[in-house]
Structure formats: structure tokens, C-alpha cells
């Protein structure tokens, strides 16, 4: 496991253990995204240039996604599809459509559908209600994870190796905001209760 590896599956042992002693299921979901990221790492830390490595690392990221969309539709259940839709067009300019053009079908399929959940969430987010800065900290949290999903496309596949040195310092501060946001609403569940 690498050190950010472990800083995930911190966050998951964080929000899992205190949702359940707060009797907070919704964030579960928060806590799955968490699972599944750190499957993706094992298996991108270990493809050593094999596809299925990747391809697995693709799907275990998507179903994190998959969870953080759900996590953020327990807060309204309003997405901003405009915001999602953008994004999603901007990412299919780049590097999403000369990502699919320059490698084989498996990856391109993978990149496409991996980008769609990404948006997905993106907008999910966006139209949570919540206040702002537990929705503000997981925004900027989703964008982080998108920023350094794009970094890994360029320098992987578009031949941008400086890229690369992007990817995980982007990846961690995204777990950061998401666990951040979460922190902040408990805090406030925690305080309320107080008083």
C-alpha cells in the first residue's frame, strides 16, 4: 500500500466508525467512496503496465464515485445537471475524446464511462443542500478528484509527464476536503445536540 493509500483508508475508518456511534447512515456512503478509492490505488499501484490492473483500478474509482453521487444525493437530491454537463463537455475535449483516439477500445471505454460518473457526481454535489461550507469543502473536494484524474490522462496517455507530479499531491487534498466537509458537519450535528 502506498502512503496515500493509507490516508484513505484512514478517512474510511473515520467516517465509518463515527457515523455509526452518531447514528448517521447517510454518511456510509461517504465511507463506501472511501473503500472503493482504495481499492482503485491497489490496483493502479500494482498494474505495472497490465490493462485488467487498470481497467480494475477504472471500475473500483467509478463505483467511488457511484458513492460519492449518493452520498451528495442524501443532502436534496437536486443535481445541477448544467454544471455536470459542462464539465463533462470540457473533459471530453480534453483529455477524455484524445485519450480514447490514441489508445485501444478497453481504456477508451473505461475513460468514457469514468468521466460520465465523474460529472455525475460533480453535479450530485452541486445542487446539495447543505450548508456552505460542508457543500463549499466537498465541492472543491470532487474538483480535486477530477483535476487529478485529468493529470493522470495527460501524462499516462497524452505523452504530458510532467503531469504526473500533479496527480497525487491533487488526489490526497481531495480526500482532505471530502474528510474536512464531513468533520465540519458532524461538528455541527455534535454541537447542536449540545446546546
Known sequence: MTSHN????TCMILTFAFSLWRGE???LWLSAG????CIGDL???NRHGRLSFFIGGVAAFSVAHIMFFLYAWQYGRHPNWLIGGIVFALLCAWPAVP???RVGWQIGVAVSFYTAFSCATLASVSGMKAPWPQKGLFLLGVLLLIFSDA???QSNFLG???SGKLVIP????SHVCMLASWAVCMARGFFSKMG
Open 151 to 153: 493529470m493522470i490522462a
Open 170 to 173: 491533487t488526489y490526497v487534498a
Open 99 to 101: 485519450t480514447v483516439l
Open 43 to 45: 490496483f493502479l499501484a
Open 34 to 37: 472511501f473503500f472503493a478509492s
Open 6 to 9: 493509507y490516508f484513505t483508508a
Open 160 to 162: 504530458m509527464k510532467r
Open 25 to 27: 447512515p447517510r454518511h
